[in-house]
T-cell receptor
């Protein structure tokens, strides 16, 4: 089956530093990947749509200069949280759309970010 | 605007009881609907999906969902729940045409508690 992997699964960083989260589609090519943020006991909030070879499309209210998204290849998208603050602490989830029959979207395992 | 709503935020059932979780969507045109499950501490897993054809969709672990276009609903059902079904369930919808990328819109989630 289709597998999407995120790394790291957990990361702790100091306030003011930047941290990068990777999202890889392991056995399929994904021209489109999505980044979500999940708050405790809340649903997923779409942050941005990442398109291979072009700029990401950010949802309203998401700071594109703070959450940098790079979709450099058909199997890799990265989310960089720049100048992290404690309020950025959250669970970040990526997903990838598998082209072809169904266009099903598969999710990564998620990455817990704690900013101290 | 596209939207997906889940009205039951928390459902408590006894083991072996039947389950039905509600999901309503608001979309124009063709819609693709999904149910995802998130077990404690784990990532989202796809239970089932509907794109077209038979409105009764069978998924993994004995789950099924019925697409009722006239009611804009896609309720999740299981005849007999097991304690291992305790999790958070998310309904999601997306509308995309060939060649275009669309994100999934998630419902707010339903927490299922199963009592012994």
């Amino acid at each position: 089956g289709a597998v999407v992997s995120q790394h790291p699964s957990r990361v702790i960083c100091k306030s003011g530093t930047s941290v990068k989260i990777e999202c890889r589609s392991l056995d399929f090519q994904a021209t489109t990947m999505f980044w979500y943020r999940q708050f405790p006991k809340k649903s997923l909030m779409l942050m941005a749509t990442s398109n291979e070879g072009s700029k990401a499309t950010y949802e309203q209210g998401v700071e594109k200069d703070k959450f940098l998204i790079n979709h450099a290849s058909l199997t890799l998208s990265t989310l960089t949280v720049t100048s992290a603050h404690p309020e950025d602490s959250s669970f970040y989830i990526c997903s990838a759309r598998r082209s072809g029959t169904g266009n099903t979207i598969y999710f990564g395992e998620g990455s817990w970010l704690t900013v101290v | 605007a596209q939207s997906v709503s889940q009205h039951n935020h928390h459902v408590i059932l006894s083991e072996a009881a039947s389950l039905e979780l509600g999901c309503n969507y608001s979309y124009g045109g063709t819609v693709n609907l999904f149910w995802y499950v998130q077990y404690p501490g784990q990532h989202l897993q796809l239970l089932l999906k509907y794109f077209s054809g038979d409105p009764l969709v069978k998924g993994i672990k004995g789950f099924e969902a019925e697409f009722i276009k006239s009611k804009f609903s896609f309720n999740l059902r299981k005849p007999s729940v097991h304690w291992s079904d305790a999790a958070e369930y998310f309904c999601a919808g997306g509308a995309w045409s060939s060649g275009s990328a669309r994100q999934l819109t998630f419902g707010s989630g339903t927490q299922l508690t199963v009592l012994p």
